[in-house]
């Protein structure tokens, strides 16, 4: 019988953060020689899987990639610096890792004869739409300095399947929930801001009237997406809806969360609504949700407790 080969290696840039960490868990978990490219800015060491290959690195220094990026065949790119509030606040900062970094994860795909590169697309590109639900042929429409440069990114994603032939895709996430999502600090979801008031005795601070709606979407789920995203047939430079196809308002989050609400402005830069199309998810991957919001809140906030 003939010996099987070495594994297929595979990169995850922002490995050590939220979705990428749980990303190599499943990778590793198939047989995937799996290396991480990250520089610990917002990632965390204890989130990493013992059995990773770690390249500390920084996404925006593109001569440090080319030896992280050799001899692999796919590249997830998932760093970023997320959160529409961090991007108003330092839009020049932002727009150095989350475009420039974008650009130069390509580029150095490019060189190295990757053969993918899955992008972490972001559902804050259609920002306001008239109708309901999001679908990708929508013109977009970002209102903030974050939802521009995710845009921006997945627009080089697919030149750069135009021009040089490097197979992309790109995942737009609607609200990523689930397990080591930030809890503290600039890049937390609204979710999770809930959760670490109830947990501090605080009560939840709900910006605008609570009746703002997001289309929830579990980790699993998005990384099952990931994981067929990385061998679809299909890898033209498109970008896809990864959500739950259904949504919840803010005040339906703090109910499942409990406790006191306070109510405060508006913040600016948030859409009002978001409901994602998945039709094409499960056309074109083979996709569909699995996880219910509801269910999965209701677990996630006895886990942080």
Not at 31 to 43: A, C, P, Y
Not at 291 to 298: H, I, L, M, W
């Amino acid at each position: 019988m003939a010996e099987s080969g070495p594994p297929r290696t595979v990169v995850v840039t922002g490995g050590a953060g939220f979705i990428g960490s749980h990303l190599i868990d499943s990778l590793i978990a198939r047989g995937l020689h799996v290396r991480v490219v990250d520089n610990f800015t917002t990632g965390h060491r204890e989130y990493l899987n013992v059995h990773a290959d770690l390249r500390v690195a920084d996404i925006c220094d593109a001569n440090s990639l080319r030896a992280a990026f050799t001899g692999a065949d796919c590249v997830f790119h998932t760093a970023a610096l997320p959160r529409v509030m961090v991007s108003i606040e330092r839009p020049l900062e932002t727009h150095m890792v989350n475009v420039v970094g974008t650009l130069n994860v390509l580029v150095a795909a490019r060189d190295s004869g990757v053969r993918r590169v899955v992008y972490s697309g972001s559902s804050s590109v259609y920002g306001d739409q008239p109708v309901l639900p999001l679908e990708e042929t929508m013109a977009p429409n970002p209102l903030n300095p974050y939802a521009l440069q995710k845009l921006t990114g997945e627009q080089y994603t697919r030149i750069f399947h135009k021009l040089f032939g490097l197979e992309t895709l790109t995942l737009r996430y609607f609200n990523v929930y689930g397990p080591r999502m930030a809890t503290e600090g600039a890049y937390v979801t609204v979710i999770s801001v809930f959760i670490r008031q109830k947990r501090a005795g605080e009560p939840l601070t709900i910006h605008g009237d609570g009746t703002q709606t997001r289309d929830f979407t579990h980790v699993d789920d998005v990384v099952r997406a990931n994981l067929l995203a990385m061998d679809s047939a299909v890898a033209d430079g498109r970008a896809i809806n990864i959500g739950r196809g259904h949504n919840l308002s803010v005040n339906r989050i703090a109910q499942l969360v409990g406790g006191a609400t306070v109510y405060l402005p508006p913040r600016p830069g948030d859409a009002h609504d978001t409901l994602a199309d998945v039709s094409q998810a499960r056309a074109v991957l083979g996709w569909q949700p699995e996880v219910a919001t509801e269910d999965a809140v209701r677990a996630l906030v006895g886990f942080y407790e």
